[in-house]
């Protein structure tokens, strides 16, 4: 397990839990954000909490590899 933490410029501050046997849904078409860059993805690109929620209906967040464990599937991770 772990967290992080991060506040932006904009003041919008994400607090992210990594538990390494989470299940995640099947993957889609959606774009995919690596569950380890997941806080940072919104912390560069939005400003407040009510776009950080209209954006992530629109991702699937994925699992990466993490401190050697192999998670399928990786993710593609794109700014947008």
């Not at 690109?45 to 990786?74: C, H, L, M, W, Y």
């Amino acid at each position: 397990a772990a967290v992080s933490d991060g506040l932006n410029e904009k003041g919008l501050s994400v607090n992210l839990l990594y538990l390494h046997d989470t299940k995640y849904e099947p993957r889609d078409k959606r774009l995919g954000v690596s569950n380890m860059l997941w806080a940072q993805w919104l912390l560069d690109n939005f400003s407040n909490v009510a776009e950080a929620i209209e954006a992530t209906k629109n991702i699937q967040i994925v699992s990466s590899r993490a401190g050697g464990r192999d998670s399928r599937p990786t993710a593609r991770c794109t700014k947008i």
